[in-house]
Structures are given as structure tokens and as C-alpha cells.
């Protein structure tokens, strides 16, 4: 099993909302990844988790909470979201040391706020 | 501060090989040069990466400089499916802060 799922694949939600994205891999990967992308933009680094631990939070604003309960689980927690925060959120996992390191990435969930 | 320069655009061939270049001058010795491609809609996909030897796998071919300030991914015979952005990536291995640059946008034409 080769996958990063994750779900939903679409979300709309309005700016009091709480919602949130979940990405799961089974590949025994210990580093987790979030990404946010927007139109004809390169994707972005949000959040990584290396050992079920917060390793990097590129100052993301706190309207966005990651959370990573196990190793093979990784949410991202969604409140009192911005219009500008609509994007495609993307999840990936890797090993999480070594060389290869090569990221294996979910198809993402594109979501718009309202 | 940019660790990557690629070219915006570039067309090609269906069937000719398709040649990407990517200029990394202030590579440290211990980073590798990692290739990524984003087909429209859907997450990137790994395609290859290397430290100073040139690499091939099924995918594709990557040729380090000497120096190792520049590198060129290598599609062998592009298909119209090989139309995507591809970026060009510099991190040390087991450091988990990967990061993109602005890629290429790569275009297969009939």
C-alpha cells in the first residue's frame, strides 16, 4: 500500500465553522506533512510531524491546529477560516529519516470558504 | 531566498526527450537534488533524486554537474501524459523541510 488518503475530497464551509481535513498513510512512514496550495502557485509548508512531534510550523496562523494522534493519522483542525484560506490542502508522508526520503503525496482536499 | 532556479515554461515534443534544467550554485555538500512533478489537480509525484552521481530509473534520468551547481531531469520519450509543472528540489537527506520552488511548466505537444 503505496497511499497517502485523504478526505474529504472537497469542503465548503463557512468562516464560523469548524471543520477539519484528515490524511492517512499505511506505509509505516514516522514523518507527516501539511501543504496548502493555491491556484498556479507552488505548494506550501504548513506543518511537518517527524515521530508523531510538531518538527516545523512555518508560523501558520492559529485558525489552523494540526494534530497527529498516531503515526499513520494526520488532521488538520479548521476554525474561524478566511476566504483567502481557500486552496488545496495537501498531505504527505515519508519515511522520516535516511536518505531516500522521498515524499509520497495524497491528492489533496480543495477547500473553499464561504 | 530561492535555493532553486528553473526556467517558467517549455514545450516539447511528443516522442523527443524532453530536458529540464535547474540551477542550484549554492548547494551544500550534503544536499541532494530531488525532482517532483504536479499533473493538473492532483499531488506531486516523486520522479528521482541523487547527490552527485547521475541517477536513471523508469521514470526518468538526472544528470549532476561536476561541480554540482546545476542539474538536468531527463524524460527520455515525453508523452502527452508528461505535461505537468516539475520542480526541482534541494534538502539534505532526513530533513524533513522540503520545500517548492516555482517549478516548470512543462508542455508535451502532439
Known amino acids: 500500500d503505496t497511499e497517502v488518503t485523504q478526505t474529504p475530497k472537497h469542503l465548503v464551509m463557512g468562516m464560523t465553522n469548524k471543520k477539519s481535513l484528515k490524511c492517512e498513510q499505511h506505509?509505516?512512514?514516522?514523518?507527516m506533512y501539511w501543504y496548502k496550495q493555491k491556484a498556479k502557485k507552488p505548494p506550501e509548508l504548513m506543518f511537518v510531524?517527524?515521530?508523531?512531534?510538531?518538527?516545523i510550523n512555518e508560523s501558520v496562523p492559529s485558525r489552523f491546529s494540526p494534530e497527529c494522534p498516531n503515526s499513520s493519522l494526520l488532521n488538520l483542525h479548521l476554525h474561524a477560516l478566511q476566504p483567502e484560506d481557500s486552496a488545496l490542502y495537501l498531505c504527505?508522508?515519508?519515511?522520516?529519516?535516511?536518505?531516500?526520503?522521498?515524499?509520497?503525496f495524497g491528492e489533496g482536499s480543495r477547500l473553499t470558504v464561504l | 531566498d530561492a535555493k532553486t532556479t528553473q526556467p517558467t515554461s517549455m514545450d516539447c515534443a511528443e516522442g523527443r526527450a524532453a530536458n529540464l534544467p535547474c540551477n542550484h550554485s549554492?548547494?551544500?555538500?550534503?544536499?541532494?537534488v530531488y525532482w517532483y512533478r504536479q499533473i493538473h489537480s492532483q499531488g506531486p509525484q516523486y520522479i528521482i533524486h541523487g547527490l552527485k552521481n547521475n541517477e536513471t530509473n523508469e521514470m526518468a534520468s538526472l544528470i549532476i554537474t561536476e561541480d554540482r551547481k546545476s542539474s538536468t531531469l531527463i524524460l527520455p520519450h515525453a508523452t502527452l501524459r508528461d505535461t505537468a509543472v516539475y520542480y526541482c528540489?534541494?534538502?539534505?537527506?532526513?530533513?524533513?523541510?522540503?520545500?517548492f520552488g516555482a517549478g516548470t511548466r512543462l508542455t508535451v505537444k502532439p
Open positions: 528540489i534541494v534538502r539534505v537527506a532526513g530533513n524533513n523541510d522540503m520545500r
Open positions: 504527505a508522508s515519508s519515511q522520516g529519516s535516511g536518505e531516500a526520503g522521498e515524499l509520497f
Open positions: 510531524y517527524s515521530y508523531e512531534k510538531l518538527s
Open positions: 549554492t548547494i551544500s555538500g550534503n544536499e541532494y
Open positions: 506505509m509505516g512512514h514516522r514523518a
